[in-house]
């Protein structure tokens, strides 16, 4: 369009054939059957009718009544039926009842309207030119006039013509969000992620603890087939990050029978007696993963499906997640309690980029 | 500018004719009405020019109208909520009156979330209200989104229009989830802890990310916070300006409509604005708003009571997303065993990383398939007729093909649910899930082709033959033959007026070659049109006439 | 008012005070027979567990063994408890009637005093954990902390609204949903099937009475929010607005831009 607009807007030339967009591999019927034309208007009863028309104008009526009925009795609903806070009952009365009347209150305009303009408005189809007033020649012309301006806003402002600046613009444009992302920098405290998410909570010696309460468990409490849920002792107590560490540290103890385990050499200590101690998040994308079959010994991640199967050190046996359960090693103390030996011996939940470094 | 309105019979109505004042009852008060808004806001042009705008009638282009009056009831019941609810993770003690969590420590958002629901008159009915109105926004946004693939109203000049549809779409989903997370429930918790860990799966940057999402390690005390002001603030403000856009296309463009007697690609047959789609549209405002009340009066929807407040250590059996992020966790189950890699000690999770890429790639083909079907058709022409989608084989094919392959995701995402109600193992369901999202597109294409074929071949066979009556007659020679009823030409034109295309023919350029992307072309070209029925012509139909 | 007194012995409030009595007297009746139902099991627990013996020999045997020390067939049941037997048959999991992934609950095949007689036979075979004493099934207790203890310990199997959930290979955690509070605490302490024990080191007596009490609290209180889609979360309201709500609504369009007759 540059070769034909001038540098004045206003005075395009426009082009003398007009062009048509091309249909591309469509066929262009030369042999079509005609278009028939409308079909003749097929009146409606209320067209007809008088009566009819009466019926429905008084139909649309009540539709409206209704509707305010519905108002009101929502209204009324609001004070007659207060939620009372020693009756959980209530608040699905009210809740019933004032949506009820609302519901009404919508429906009556709603379908109210809709009645009237269907049976009683005019029912003609009306047929709309899709190119009236916009003749293809002044289409055109117009068209010719907004290229006609682009061209001078370029050759007057030489933004083709001048590479360099064009090009530092651009480079400009580029750079100029990257402080606004540097910004988000501080949403986040200063230390390392990667140290934080391969420590957890526990240590040597800290104390297996039932969740929620927190009171330490002894190994004589975990009998065969039981399952606990546990969380490292004193996990109550933090001030600070008490469920991000929970995030980490839950874990999962069981106790199989010692002869139903098959335990690595490395790995020949870290239960006590039979009971394990698995990490509860799971290695896919972190669910807790704690429905524990007591018969099977799988364990089965509730959210993607995960199984992981204890008596193979919590290897997994069907679904997403590619690596086993982290286990942590634990053993008794003095008074019989289970305490752990160390902290997980790898970073525990879903995988990261840095997780193995 | 003026608007030329008829009605069928030719006849010139109201919004043509040079203004006469009308003299009578009532046109006193429409007159000064007029005068009082153009003295006021000039507007007297807009109003005459659109104020008698056609919008064709059928069912099917009522469906956006849905998602628009879903979003209207969104607004307005998360303006109400907005009163009472607080964003924020301060650790506080439940006192309200909900026996099941009282004292039972959790965030001031869960807390606030209880109170709107048992200590609020009403403020459990908004809630619902807002849920199953954000459900059905994206319900009816996809519903709609089919209606105009399979009809083929993407084409030109709506194709951008279909781009703003599709990111609606996806803000839909975004405004969806960061709404779903608000309440900091356990549900919603374990949801983000989902998104958590595929986000750690990025490589290279996903560590990073997740802790900067969630201010330092999962849970952390930002995350809901931040997702209150994308959700009531960032996403509906982008939302509604784009609504807004989309809106203004479909008026500057007007309606497709479907081919019928008298209807052409070159007008536009329906009702008026004013008064009857005025009153239609209006009208079905307030049964959408109505329907969405009364499930909200009956039906629960997230009942965060039972689920109680987000701990890291629970979880309950059938933790999923809400319907529309469905697809995206079922692809995540979908992925089998193992695959995770290990390079030069770092760690590269592909049951992560493949969703992550499959998910946008699908989102893409649907995103950019109308400029794809333009580009292979090569019709630069203004398509105003929607197609029937039979006429259109080989696009009702891939949409068969993707609306599977999005529903065998969607299944997957209730994988469990689906083995506990038919009594079967999940592994089971997950494997022939699996198996199903290969097959199972593949499959929908070609029947899916084939049965278009079958029915524009039907199609054909009634516009030269007409119906089958049912009537049999026995001629003087003892041969029984049926009567076959024949068409009106009013019948016969819906059956016979649709585009046609012939494979595309490769020529060499004014080189003397043909380039590599036109070489694709002609082979997609080929795959689309290469089978095909083709309408009846006038001459096949008074050849017939003449038997 | 004479209309009134014509007709008062007929009103509501008459039916309701009536109610009361009946419900009164039949509840007494009935605490008087249950307490000292249990008062006595202790002296008849001889007699009774020759009952259940017989019973045992005739219906258990053939796979549980003679004396039920077990065969290929089923498991040991000396040191399971009464508990566990009341649980089992009382639910009618036992007798199984085919072999499935898991024993399914069904009609009980025998009378109370029946699967208490077979209860206290097995409960001479050993010592396990013993049928639960009323005083923890009242489904009195703290429901928060019960409802906290269940979310943590239960939910993953049976969902936190105790709808019930999948497990591997075709088993699954049922419904909890108006299941006798003896089976419950039976289950916690015997861990049927797959099922974890909870013994009462774990979760103390009266932390599963307070469990208890919340389950019954789901029983007592239906969803405030009005029905509750059989309590699966999203799934089922998601394809409830697809359902009923938008197919409601596509209903209406079709309607709405019908011509009129």
């Known amino acids: 369009m540059a070769d034909h607009g001038s540098a004045e807007p206003g005075s395009a030339v426009v082009p003398r054939d007009i062009p048509v967009d091309a249909p591309g591999t469509a066929v262009v019927p030369t042999d079509a059957i005609e278009n028939p034309g409308f079909p003749p208007y097929r009146p409606r009863v209320s067209d007809v009718d008088p009566k009819k028309e009466r019926q429905n104008e008084r139909r649309v009526a009540w539709f409206f009544w209704a509707s305010i009925i519905g108002s009101v009795f929502a209204i009324v609903a609001y004070f007659v039926f207060p939620i009372d806070a020693d009756d959980p009952g209530s608040v699905r009365v009210n809740n019933a009842f004032l949506g009820l009347g609302m519901a009404l209150a919508l429906f009556g305009i709603g379908f109210g309207a809709v009645h009237w303009s269907k049976s009683l408005m005019d029912g003609h ?217 160390s902290d997980f011996t790898e970073p525990v939940g879903p995988s990261f980029w840095e997780r193995s470094l | 500018m003026t608007v030329t309105v008829s009605d069928t019979t030719g006849t010139n109505r109201p ?176 949801g983000l802890r989902i998104i958590d860990g595929m986000v750690k799966g990025v490589p290279v940057i996903g560590t990073w990310i997740s802790y900067l999402l969630f201010g330092g390690e999962f849970p952390g005390t930002t995350v809901i916070g931040m997702f209150y002001s994308l959700h009531i603030l960032l996403l509906p403000a982008i939302l509604v300006a784009i609504v807004g856009v989309h809106v203004i296309m479909v008026f500057v463009n007007k309606h497709t409509q479907y081919a019928g007697p008298g209807r052409s690609n070159d007008n536009v047959v329906g009702v008026p604005v004013m008064p009857v789609f005025a009153a239609k549209a209006g009208g079905f405002f307030f049964i959408v708003f109505g329907v969405i009340v009364l499930v909200a009066a009956t039906v629960t929807i997230n009942p965060i009571w039972n689920y109680g407040p987000y701990d890291p250590s629970p979880v309950s059996a059938g933790t999923q997303p809400d319907w529309y992020i469905g697809f995206a966790d079922g692809m995540l189950r979908l992925i089998p065993p193992g695959w995770e890699l290990e390079i030069l000690g770092f760690t590269l999770s592909l049951n992560i990383l493949v969703p992550l890429l499959v998910l946008p790639l699908f989102l893409a083909l649907v995103a950019f398939y109308p400029f794809f079907e333009a580009w292979v058709t090569g019709d630069k022409r203004h398509h105003n007729i929607a197609d029937r989608p039979r006429n259109a084989p080989m696009r009702t094919a891939i949409g068969a093909a993707g609306v599977t392959f999005y529903a065998v995701m969607w299944a997957a995402a209730s994988s469990d649910l689906i083995a506990t109600h038919f009594k079967l193992a999940v592994e089971g369901v997950t494997l022939a899930l699996q198996i199903l999202l290969i097959a199972g597109p593949i499959i929908a294409f070609f029947v899916t082709r084939r049965i278009c074929f079958a029915l524009q071949k039907k199609d054909r066979e009634i516009a030269l033959h007409g119906y089958e009556s049912g009537r049999i007659v026995r001629l003087p020679g003892g041969q029984y033959v049926e009567v076959h009823q024949p068409l009106s030409d009013y019948e016969r034109w819906r059956l016979v007026s649709y585009t046609d295309y012939q494979p595309l023919m490769v020529r060499p350029d004014k080189h003397g070659r043909i380039s590599v992307a036109q070489r694709v072309r002609a082979a997609a070209s080929r795959l689309f049109f290469e089978d095909r029925i083709a309408p009846v012509t006038k001459t096949e139909l008074e050849s017939q006439s003449h038997h | 008012m004479p209309r009134s007194r014509r007709t008062g012995r007929r009103s509501p409030l008459a039916s309701v005070a009536l109610l009361v009595i009946g419900l009164l007297t039949t509840g007494g009746a009935y605490a008087l027979v249950t307490s000292s139902a249990t008062a006595s099991t202790t002296s008849a627990s001889a007699t009774t567990a020759e009952e259940g013996e017989k019973l045992f020999m005739a219906n258990c045997a053939s796979c549980h063994g003679i004396g039920a020390v077990g065969t290929t067939d089923a498991p040991s049941l000396v040191g399971v408890g009464a508990a566990a037997v009341d649980f089992q048959v009382g639910t009618g999991r036992m007798p199984m009637a085919a072999s499935g992934p898991q024993a399914e609950a069904k009609p009980v095949q025998f009378t109370d005093e029946q699967v ?45 609204a105790g709808a019930g959930g999948a497990l591997t290979e075709g088993k699954f955690a049922p419904d909890l949903k108006d299941v006798d509070p003896a089976h419950v605490y039976e289950a916690m302490v015997t861990g049927p099937q797959n099922m974890p024990v909870f013994n009462d080191l774990n979760i103390t007596p009266e932390e599963k009475a307070d469990i208890i009490a919340y389950l019954e609290y789901l029983n007592d209180h239906p969803s405030p929010g009005g029905l509750d889609l059989g309590g699966l979360g999203p799934v089922s309201e998601g394809l409830f607005v697809w359902i009923f709500a938008l197919g409601a609504i596509v209903a209406v369009t079709v309607w709405l831009t019908a011509k009129s007759n």
């Open chain 1, 125 to 341: 189809d009306l047929v709309e030119d899709r190119n009236a007033g916009h003749p293809p020649e002044e289409k055109y012309e117009k068209r010719a006039g907004a290229a006609a301006v682009f061209t001078a806003g370029n050759k007057e402002s030489g933004f083709t013509r001048r590479k360099l600046i064009r090009n530092s613009l651009i480079g400009a444009l580029v750079v100029f969000p990257l402080p606004a992302v540097v910004l988000f920098r501080d949403l986040a405290p200063a230390e390392d992620p990667v140290t934080l998410l391969k420590h957890t909570l526990w240590k040597k010696g800290t104390r297996l603890a039932r969740d929620p309460d927190g009171t330490p468990i002894r190994a004589a409490d975990v009998t065969l087939g039981s399952v606990f849920h546990v969380i490292p002792e004193g996990l109550e107590d933090l001030e600070h990050g008490k469920l991000e560490e929970k995030a980490k540290a839950a874990v999962l103890l069981m106790r199989l029978k010692p002869e139903d385990l098959e335990i690595s050499e490395d790995r020949k200590d870290w239960n006590y007696q039979g009971i394990v101690a698995y990490s509860k998040i799971c290695t896919h994308v972190g669910c807790p993963v704690a429905l524990y079959e007591q018969q099977t010994h799988h364990l089965l991640c509730p959210c993607h499906q995960s199984q992981f199967d204890i008596t193979k050190e919590a290897k997994v046996i069907f679904g997403p997640a590619k690596r086993p359960l982290p286990q942590l090693p634990i053993t008794i103390d003095d008074e019989g309690y289970l305490i752990a030996q």
């Open chain 2, 15 to 190: 919004g043509t004719e040079p203004a006469v004042a009308e003299v009578g009852r009532g046109m006193r008060f429409t007159n000064w009405a007029a005068g009082y808004v153009d003295e006021r806001f000039k507007l007297s042009g807009w109003v005459r020019d659109y104020g008698r705008k056609i919008f064709p009638d059928h069912w099917s282009f009522m469906l956006g109208e849905v998602a628009l009056y879903s979003l209207i009831v969104v607004l307005l019941s998360g303006t109400f909520l907005t009163f009472f609810f607080q964003a924020s993770m301060v650790e506080t003690h439940y006192d309200g009156s909900y026996v099941p969590l009282k004292g039972i420590q959790m965030s001031a958002a869960m807390a606030s979330t209880l109170d709107i629901s048992f200590d609020i008159r009403g403020g459990l009915l908004v809630r619902q209200i807002h849920h199953w109105a954000a459900l059905l926004f994206v319900a009816s946004i996809g519903l709609h989104m089919l209606r105009v693939f399979f009809t083929g109203a993407f084409r030109k000049p709506r194709e951008i229009n279909w781009l703003l549809g599709f990111t609606l779409f996806i803000l839909a989903m975004a405004e969806g989830f960061t709404g779903y997370s608000l309440p900091d429930d356990l549900l919603s918790g374990n």
């Open chain 3, 116 to 160: 208490k007689a077979l209860a206290a036979y097995v409960a001479t075979l050993g010592e396990g954990p013993a049928i639960p004493a009323d005083e923890f099934l009242t489904g009195e207790g703290d429901v928060a902390l019960g409802a906290e203890l269940f979310r943590i310990n239960c939910a993953m199997c049976h969902n936190v």
